[in-house]
């Protein structure tokens, strides 16, 4: 099985950005599973350093705009895959997760400058340690479990043009396209659709995240290291609005925008149009099914503060079982 070591994947101008004149490193067939090593987002500094603070201690990696965090490995060259196609992403695996990081940082969070909330604005850096089957998060005296629940936070086709930060960017030109999302059900199992705007699709993914609560409110989640085994497949000539996701379980819709009520509006209108495209429900079918069913969910994903551009992160949720058999 082809792989893409974890030394490519980290530490060079091209693992920061998504740019469609970086070099493959992969080619991959559709259908043929790969395997993805990732560093995790702040390039295992804090990890390998429990006792460094972010930004203070992170050396080179600061000395940049944007901070050369959240870094990715690709492009992987999917054979067949053309401008206007669907690159549909399969995740099968997540494993080898490392023990993760969680921080605080000046600035850079929900709270910054209120009274009293002082404690939340200074640096601060927690390890979280990871198995298949429970993190482990200690804080003074008190220690909280929970079982992992592993996905990729970014992942995306090159844009056609633009040069874009896998850390400040959501979307570019194409929200189709995807980017820095942290949607935690990017998850083993699902089928992440993203638009093709170059020949071979030319996918980058990484950010690995063992855990994360509902908006990753802090601005960053239970960053992890691991490995990634997936596959790509071709949907010809189609068009994406949004990114989606088939969990096996729930398609997705997703959409990053601000205000929060603006990204919700644009999830929920794609999750009809989808709905209408491919599963054959009429459109006020499918807006009352979404208004009075109790298993559709609106989600927030990331809503993270002080990172420029970056956009919240909300999906559209509709159980499959309600589809037509």
């Not at 101008?13 to 993805?36: H, I, W």
């Not at 379980?249 to 209408?276: H, N, T």
Request: aromatic content about 10%; overall charge negative; hydrophobic content about 35%.
């Amino acid at each position: 099985m082809q792989t893409i070591p974890v030394s490519s994947s980290f530490g060079h101008r091209s693992n920061y950005c998504f740019d469609a004149s970086t070099p493959p490193v992969l080619k991959v067939q559709p259908g043929e599973m790969f395997v993805a090593e990732t560093e995790d987002s702040y390039n295992g500094v804090l990890r390998k350093n429990p006792g460094y603070l972010q930004p203070r201690d992170m050396g080179t990696y600061t000395k940049h705009a944007p901070f050369w965090y959240n870094p990715v490995c690709g492009p992987v060259y999917v054979e067949g895959a053309h401008r206007g196609d669907v690159l549909a992403v399969t995740i099968h695996n997540i494993d080898k997760m490392s023990t993760g990081s969680v921080a605080t940082v000046p600035g850079a969070h929900h709270f910054t400058g209120l009274l009293g909330w002082e404690e939340t604005d200074e640096m601060y850096t927690a390890m979280i340690e990871n198995s298949g089957t429970e993190s482990v998060f200690t804080y003074g005296e008190h220690s909280f479990r929970w079982r992992p629940q592993p996905f990729i936070g970014t992942i995306a086709t090159a844009p056609e043009h633009e040069v874009l930060s896998s850390l400040t960017t959501s979307f570019g030109s194409a929200m189709g396209c995807g980017g820095n999302l942290d949607s935690n059900v990017v998850r083993p199992g699902a089928t992440v659709y993203l638009q093709c705007l170059n020949e071979g699709g030319l996918l980058f993914l990484g950010d690995l995240h063992a855990s994360q609560g509902d908006g990753e409110l802090c601005g960053v989640a239970n960053e992890i290291a691991g490995r990634v085994t997936l596959s790509c497949n071709v949907v010809k000539k189609k068009r994406l609005r949004n990114v989606r996701v088939d969990t096996g379980q729930s398609l997705v819709s997703l959409y990053c925008y601000r205000p929060i009520e603006k990204g919700f509006q644009e999830a929920v209108r794609d999750m009809i149009l989808w709905l209408e495209e491919d599963y054959g429900f009429s459109r006020r079918e499918a807006y009352l099914l979404i208004s009075i069913c109790p298993e559709f969910r609106l989600r927030t994903y990331q809503m993270c503060s002080g990172l420029g551009r970056l956009m919240t992160t909300v999906g559209a949720e509709f159980p499959k079982h309600l589809l037509p058999s």
